[in-house]
């Protein structure tokens, strides 16, 4: 995957995407001129931004925040975090709560609210569950394009939250993130900082021909790749977590590392492998 541009689509966010696109050392490039016209003639100005760099991405930056956009094949299709959308708020609000087969893995009950360590945080979906479930959440994420947009999405809820949703506030001040290698950061990790629960949930290869796959899901594939490397994070997960390792897999994956669980939650894609290691005692940072 190749990010090829950032393209601003309103002038007060000149400063914003200049610094971005700095960041990514990416051309910077002015869209106004493009805003509100027919999703072909969109399609047409940013394929001819890069007309020969195949699997390329653009950012584009609006006053709803930062997107990815695929060019080529996948032309159409984005990926963006989101903590505040219908959806989000939906499942935030009437989700199922401590029900929840997340909530479980991870040990959330009455007055027992683990400090999770999300060292895979993708675009932060299940880091943001567990924090509305009322855990601290450290978000961990390698990948400085998918960081990019998991900050936007965390600093766009925080405006929305800010304005009029003290509830969703809450929730965010539990949230942090750090662009690292997890591996590295859970190498040089103090005693003190130790999360109660290391979770983990690497990319597994999709079948990428399979309707069944979202598109935004083979996209986000193409934009990170395979995390090959996800065995060797389970054991220093486990050197590091105090309580327990949660890994979550597709139902049919093989465990990671090949390392048998002591418990495993089944749902119908999914399931979690939890290795745990004491006991989560009553009251933890209740
Ligand atoms: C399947 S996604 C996680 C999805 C996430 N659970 C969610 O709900 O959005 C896996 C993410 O973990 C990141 N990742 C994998 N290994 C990592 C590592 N060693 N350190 C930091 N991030 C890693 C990848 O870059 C990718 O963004």
Same mark, same amino acid.
């Given at each position: 995957m190749k990010l090829t541009s950032l393209v601003y689509l @309103?002038?007060?966010?000149l400063a914003t995407a200049q610094r971005l696109a700095e960041r990514f050392a990416v051309p910077c490039v002015d869209g106004t001129a493009v805003v509100g016209v027919k999703p072909k003639l969109f399609q047409r100005f940013v394929s001819n931004l890069n007309?020969?760099? +195949?699997d390329a991405f653009v950012f584009v930056l609006g006053p709803d925040g930062l997107a990815l956009h695929a060019l #080529?094949? +996948?032309? #159409?299709v984005s990926i963006r975090a989101d903590f505040h959308g219908p959806s989000v708020t939906f499942r935030r609000k009437q989700g199922g709560g401590k029900g929840q087969m997340i909530a479980k893995a991870v040990g959330v009950r009455g007055g027992v609210y683990p400090r999770v360590? @999300?060292?895979?945080? #993708?675009? #932060?979906g299940d880091g943001f569950v567990l924090a509305s479930l009322g855990c601290q959440v450290t978000l961990l994420e390698r990948v400085a394009a998918v960081r990019a947009l998991l900050e936007d999405g965390l600093a766009q809820a925080r405006t929305h939250a800010l304005a009029q949703d003290a509830d969703l506030l809450q929730v965010l001040d539990r949230v942090s993130l750090i662009e690292t290698d997890a591996a590295a950061y859970l190498r040089n990790l103090t005693e003190a900082d130790r999360p109660d629960v290391v979770y983990l949930d690497p990319m597994f290869p999709v079948?990428?021909?399979?309707?069944?796959?979202k598109k935004e899901m083979r996209v986000f594939h193409s934009l990170v790749?395979? @995390?090959?490397d996800a065995d060797d994070l389970l054991e220093a997960a486990l050197r590091c977590a105090r309580y327990r390792v949660v890994v979550k897999r597709p139902r049919i994956a093989p465990a990671l590392a090949g390392a048998t669980p002591n418990h495993m939650l089944e749902g119908k894609s999914n399931r979690y492998d939890l290795y745990t290691l004491e006991k989560l005692p009553n009251g933890l940072n209740a």
């Open positions: @309103d002038a007060a966010l007309p020969d760099v +195949e #080529g094949p +996948e032309y #159409g360590l @999300d060292a895979t945080a #993708g675009l #932060g079948r990428t021909k399979s309707a069944m796959v790749g395979q @995390d090959a």
